[in-house]
């Protein structure tokens, strides 16, 4: 049980010292916004990270893990993917840990702006997990889907200000534009850095397009697990 509470950390630790020990040496200089002190905005950036490459996967591991059971058990197959949310709430939870500890150790207070920190938190997961189950259907019939989410996961990363911010010019100042969460990110960490959101209208936008394209994943996904059962049943 305490390995679990580690194993959802392990990634934002892991990520963050890697980060840190290259900024601190020399190898690289990154240079955050408003003079946020470095530790800060990598910490906050690879856990809001984490939230949504652990909600855009949810779906189809929980339909991984419940192999065993879909093609033998009749049951609303929605309620894996129940799971999966559940999941990943409750590691947020546990991964507000550091967070809290990093704007404590260095006296960070937070403005007005940290009630809205909740908004963009449910604007990462609806946005992770209607992509997440769109795709699901295929990674499931075509296992070579999840290895392509799984490969380029990691590039997203490197175009979303999550451990260094937008670059003023330059080819990749493109690619963070046009990266919807380049906005959710940026905004997120404002809020506890006691920074006012920059984006909140296009957050709005882009939660309202993002329920509809959960609604169609859900008509998708359950039309399309007779099929998926099928396959994984033979």
Do not use: C, H
Not at 58 to 72: A, C, H, Q, V, W
């Amino acid at each position: 049980s305490i390995l679990g509470f580690f194993w959802a950390l392990a990634p934002v630790i892991i990520n963050s010292l890697i980060w840190l020990f290259l900024n601190g040496s020399g190898v690289i200089n990154v240079n955050t916004p408003g003079n946020i002190p470095y530790p800060v905005y990598i910490v906050l950036g690879t856990t809001l990270w984490s939230i949504f490459v652990e909600t855009i996967q949810s779906p189809i591991l929980s339909i991984e893990i419940g192999r065993g059971i879909i093609s033998k058990i009749n049951f609303p197959k929605e309620a894996l993917l129940m799971t999966g949310l559940y999941k990943a709430a409750f590691n947020f939870i546990i991964k507000l840990i550091p967070i809290i500890a990093v704007l404590i150790y260095y006296q960070v207070t937070p403005s007005w702006s940290l009630l809205l920190f909740p908004f963009y938190i449910l604007s990462i997961t609806i946005f992770a997990f209607s992509l997440g189950l769109l795709i699901t259907p295929l990674g499931l019939i075509y296992t070579d889907i999840s290895k392509i989410i799984n490969t380029g996961i990691p590039f997203l990363m490197y175009v979303t200000p999550v451990v260094y911010a937008i670059p003023s010019s330059g080819f990749f100042k493109y690619f963070f534009e046009v990266n919807p969460l380049t906005y959710l990110i940026t905004d997120a960490r404002n809020t506890l850095i006691g920074l006012n959101p920059e984006y909140l209208f296009f957050t709005i936008i882009l939660v309202f397009f993002s329920i509809i394209f959960l609604f169609i994943g859900l008509v998708i996904f359950r039309k399309s697990m007779p099929i998926v059962i099928e396959k994984i049943a033979g």
